[in-house]
């Protein structure tokens, strides 16, 4: 049996009393090892659930007949959306134990298969009666979920009404009602009333386990961008990038008129320029003299050569 790298530091003995009950039907050495996987699989839980379903697994091959290890079993493949698996879990474990505490999770398995209808018979079973207060918040709640999923959002806002509802004190389920009735409203139209309670959830939300500011934000019409996230697409850039096309901006106005300046001071200085001395001007090209007038000269000559052919006449004559 292929097995998974445990840290050093994970020795067992984190398990609380009633788990360590449960592994004193093994051998020490097999329930220090099925312990520590059990350590791991809470550890992991929230934050890597893929791991702790792989270290769940493990323990579950070590010792199959443990309540205890079948019960964290289901909670590792519920916290994967292995919703069939995680019910055949909780109910091996319910079986072992006698308890109805894993009702309440039993029905919402149902209701992550797609069968909201019996998540809803559920919670109208005498199961329900030996729950204390908060397994009867937590059916509560499954059941409002099952009334949406079967689109009943009015019943869902009436199955969510409750005294533990309009209490004022903060209970650990506090937060997780006020915002489950928040959104209910929310489905029905009753946005002034959803915010009401959004806010009213944040307020007892202490460990921060639910999204309240967000869905407060997103009513007020704010938007919030993570400066974090890599994949944050942010079309006015960067603050850095910003300041630089404003520097260079600035910068590149900045020589567009010390250019302009520098053209006009060319332009004063020549307009201002006093006139340049005769001696200094260069001098002027000769004009070319003008072609001869060859058609007077034939003329002339054509007139000399007609007289003494007039001359002649008359010396004939």
């Known amino acids: 049996m292929k097995r998974l790298p445990i840290p050093e530091d994970v020795t067992g003995s984190e398990v609380d009393q009633a788990v360590r009950q449960d592994l004193m039907s093994l051998p020490k050495t097999l329930a220090d090892d099925v312990a520590r ?27 199959s007949r443990v309540a205890a290890v079948r019960e964290a079993a289901g909670f590792a493949s519920y916290a994967t959306g292995k919703y069939s698996e995680a019910l055949a879990e909780f109910r091996a474990a319910r079986r072992m134990t006698g308890s109805a505490e894993l009702w309440p999770v039993m029905a919402d398995c149902e209701r992550g298969m797609g069968r909201p209808e019996r998540a809803l018979a559920m919670a109208g079973e005498p199961e329900v009666q030996k729950l204390d207060r908060a397994g009867q918040v937590e059916m509560r709640l499954v059941a409002a979920g099952a009334r949406r999923d ?20 903060i209970q650990p ?25 959004f806010a009213k959830a944040l307020e007892a939300d202490q460990g921060g386990t639910t999204d309240a500011s967000d869905r407060l ?33 600035v910068e590149t106005e900045g020589s567009v008129e010390s250019v302009e ?4 001071a060319v332009e004063d200085v020549r307009a201002e320029a006093p006139p340049v001395d005769d001696d200094t001007q260069p001098e002027p090209e000769p004009e070319p003299e003008p ?14 050569l007609s007289e003494p052919d007039e001359e002649s006449g008359r010396d004939q004559d």
Not at 183 to 196: H, I, N, P, Q, S
Not at 236 to 247: R, V
């Open 261 to 264: 300046s520098e053209e006009g």
């Open 291 to 304: 072609e001869p007038e060859i058609e007077s000269e034939s003329a002339d000559a054509d007139a000399t």
């Open 150 to 169: 079967m689109g009943q959002a009015e019943a869902a806002v009436v199955t969510l009404q409750s005294s533990e509802l309009a209490s004022t004190a």
């Open 37 to 63: 996987n059990l350590v791991m699989v809470a550890r992991l839980l929230d934050d890597d659930p893929e791991r702790a379903y792989g270290y769940s697994r493990v323990a579950l091959r070590l010792a």
């Open 173 to 197: 389920w506090t937060a997780r009602l006020r915002y489950a009735y928040a959104d209910a409203l929310l489905a029905v139209g009753r946005e002034d009333e959803a915010r009401e309670w």
């Open 217 to 249: 934000a997103e009513l007020d019409g704010v938007e919030f961008t993570d400066a974090l996230d890599p994949d944050a697409v942010d079309t006015e850039g960067t603050p850095e990038e910003t300041s630089d096309e404003t520097e260079r901006s």
